[in-house]
């Protein structure tokens, strides 16, 4: 199993533009996750999933889309990117997302807007 | 409001000494509670959860709900400990009980 894999690793984007951070999972989790890291700061959820057709926002948003047309994928989609959404975004998926869950995270996708 | 404190975000230790990484939260609720480790070119991964009250290489977490504290123990440090570590508890928002992460401690065991 290849896990959480996030693609692109690097991305530098020019204010204004937009780009789509990939993320796919296959081990048939239901929950997915993505979040994004600042330097210096935790995690912080931007959107989650918990199946095919759900979505939900976490504690930052704002500047995101996200879809989830099927169990593997959980694209997030930056429209209009601003210098404050340069961060380190993270892909995660969990089982069930019961309270006992790990969640296995993607090797992250370092994103720069200028 | 949710919030989880790693008051360190450096620490350095002997190998051999013993290493306390230090957490506490602020929630209404009892939270589930999680450490995540990130060692150099790996990947977030799990290192442990309360509710196991598991020892995972060599490490263990005491909660204390009086204080809402879940702090990270290891007797001896060992080299391969060097890693960033993030305390998360589990805790209500938007409805859903998600992850939230603290600001990380970088954990650097001397030779």
């Known amino acids: 199993n290849a896990g959480v894999t996030q693609t692109p690793k690097f991305r530098i984007l020019k204010i204004g533009q937009s780009m789509t951070l990939q993320c796919t999972q296959d081990?048939?989790?239901?929950?997915m996750y993505w979040y994004r890291q600042d330097p210096g700061m935790g995690l912080k959820l931007i959107y989650y999933?918990?199946?095919?057709?759900?979505?939900d926002k976490g504690e930052v948003p704002n500047g995101y889309n996200v879809s989830r047309s099927t169990t593997e994928d959980f694209p997030l989609r930056l429209e209009l990117a601003a210098p404050s959404q340069t961060s380190v975004y993270f892909c995660a998926s969990t089982q069930s997302g019961g309270t006992t869950d790990t969640q296995y995270f993607g090797p992250g996708t370092r994103l720069t807007v200028l | 409001a949710q919030r989880v404190t790693q008051p360190e975000k450096l620490l350095s230790v002997f190998k051999g000494a013993p290493v306390e990484l230090k957490c506490n939260y602020s929630?209404?609720?009892?939270?589930?509670l999680f450490w995540y480790v990130q060692y150099s070119r790996q990947r977030l991964q799990l290192l442990l959860r309360?509710?196991s009250r598991e020892s995972i290489k060599g490490f263990t977490a005491d909660l204390n709900k009086g204080e809402t504290s879940f702090h990270l123990k290891k007797p001896f440090a060992q080299e391969e400990d060097s890693a960033m570590y993030y305390c998360?508890?589990?805790?209500?928002?938007?409805?859903?009980?998600?992850?939230?992460f603290g600001t990380g401690t970088r954990l650097t065991v001397i030779p």
């Open positions: 999933s918990v199946g095919a057709g759900i979505t």
């Open positions: 309360h509710i």
């Open positions: 929630y209404s609720g009892s939270p589930e």
């Open positions: 998360a508890p589990k805790m209500q928002q938007t409805g859903a009980n998600n992850l939230f």
């Open positions: 081990m048939n989790h239901n929950y």
